[in-house]
């Protein structure tokens, strides 16, 4: 009957709405808890258009771009899709820190959805690439006169296939976090994806502009195709196909890796380490037992090593004759005694 009783009234969790607006909540104030870390993370997609409107703006030839389109109506849609990258390497990142800070342990412990943890943090860094969306749409207009042919409609449809596009992203890293576990792998992988990425697509120049074989990698590169789109519904020309085979593949693409991360979110802890992490841990594990023998050996206590040896170690010992007696005993006396005599 007591079983029963405790378990009618053992806790099991609230409802999956109320645990994913909890775990949402508790995401929003690490990712904005820190004002600096909220600023400069909307001030870093500011400078890139202001760097590659500047830059590359000024060596741009407007007869290699449609007519009537401006470097700056060319870039701005572009950016908004480049800069979900970032957004989505910090969300793989933010997940291995929590593995490895203990955190995830303390959720296995409670009666918490584990998905959900996945879900709450995918949906927190797609609010700061919309934050960040806003504030390169916002200099771009006010800073740079950019006035797309779309108007805002088309401006605001752009905004929200890039949101689309870059949920994707975020869930690509969330898997590849769950599954490395490994910051320095992650960051490693993230550096190798962002730049050819961002670089090798149609996000800065049209493709008629590159090398051949640039071309040929922008050409497979799923980034071309959502800046693509974006640019078309902002311009207002009339992405239908375009635009809704990016929304297919970016949805596909989500779906996908979101299973792909639930699996390997599922593993316990202490899985799919790295075999440079296992050996860092057999090092320190190493040199703990060493300070710890030579902190014993200061104190003037008998050494581990020696203690815990077995106690038949005479045995081991070479053996002294009769005559071979430690320096200062009885048999080296009797020695220089004879020795004087004679």
Known sequence: MTGTVAERDAWRGGS??????????????????????????????VIMLLLFSQVFGR????????????????????????????????????????????MVVR????????????????????V?????????????????????????????????????????LIWVFLALGAWLRSIEVLASIGFLAVFPLMFASSAFVPLELLPRWLRIVATVNPLTYGVEASRELAL???????????????????????????????????EGSTRSARRARLRAAARQQQDDEQQEAQAGQQPAALRDAPLDLAHRLPRQGPDEGVEGGPH????ERGGKET
């Open 16 to 45: 999956t709405l109320g645990q994913l607006r909890t775990l949402t909540a508790r995401q929003f104030r690490i990712v904005y808890g820190d004002r600096r870390v909220a600023f400069f993370s909307l001030l870093q997609p």
């Open 59 to 102: 060596m741009a030839n407007p007869e290699v771009f449609p007519r009537g389109v401006r470097y700056i109506d060319y870039l701005a849609p572009a950016l908004l899709v480049t800069t979900a990258i970032g957004s989505a390497q910090g969300a793989g990142l933010g997940l291995v820190r929590d593995m490895e800070s203990g």
């Open 107 to 126: 959720f296995r412990s409670l009666p918490v959805r584990l998905p959900l943890v996945l879900v709450a943090r995918s949906l927190t860094d797609l």
């Open 128 to 168: 700061r690439v919309g934050l960040q969306m806003l504030a390169v749409l916002g200099c771009a207009l006010l800073l740079l006169d950019f006035r797309p042919d779309g108007g805002a409609p088309g401006v605001l449809a752009a905004m929200l296939l890039s949101l689309v596009v870059a949920w994707s």
């Open 236 to 270: 207002g020309w009339g992405a239908g196909a375009t635009a809704v085979a990016a929304v297919a593949a970016s949805l596909g693409l989500t779906a996908v890796m979101a299973m792909v991360a639930v699996a390997g979110f599922r593993r316990p802890p202490g």
């Open 332 to 335: 080296q006396g009797a020695r």
